[in-house]
Nanobody, 117 residues
């Protein structure tokens, strides 16, 4: 079984920063991709940023230049640094891990990010 746990998030004012962290544990031999998705009320879940096993990154156009995804302090962790936050960044942020373990894909429980003055 594979577990994915997010931390961070919370309330920020426009222009401020927040940092999210995601960790994967359990029956994992290889992690292929760790990604952050978000879902705002009434909208579909969308990809925000991803980090592949070889260190490649990918970002949604809406966050390029503001968000940075990076490997955490271990190969099974990834961080999302969110700068210059905007109200439209308000959403529940989910960590997604594609791996070699059971099920191949595991989602975290989500963490709320609210950007409001």
């Amino acid at each position: 079984q594979v577990q994915v746990v997010e931390s961070g998030g919370g309330l920020a004012q426009p222009g401020e920063s927040l940092r999210l962290s995601c960790g994967a544990s359990g029956s994992i031999f290889i992690i292929y991709v760790m990604s952050w998705y978000r879902q705002a009320p009434g909208k579909q879940r969308e990809l925000v940023a991803s980090f592949t096993r070889d260190g490649s990154t990918n970002y949604a156009d809406s966050v390029k230049g503001r968000f940075t995804i990076s490997r955490g302090n271990a190969n099974n962790r990834v961080d999302l640094q969110m700068n210059s936050l905007k109200p439209e960044d308000t959403a529940v942020y989910y960590c997604n891990v594609r791996h070699s373990g059971p099920g191949s894909v595991t989602w975290g429980q989500g963490t709320q990010v609210t950007v409001s003055s």
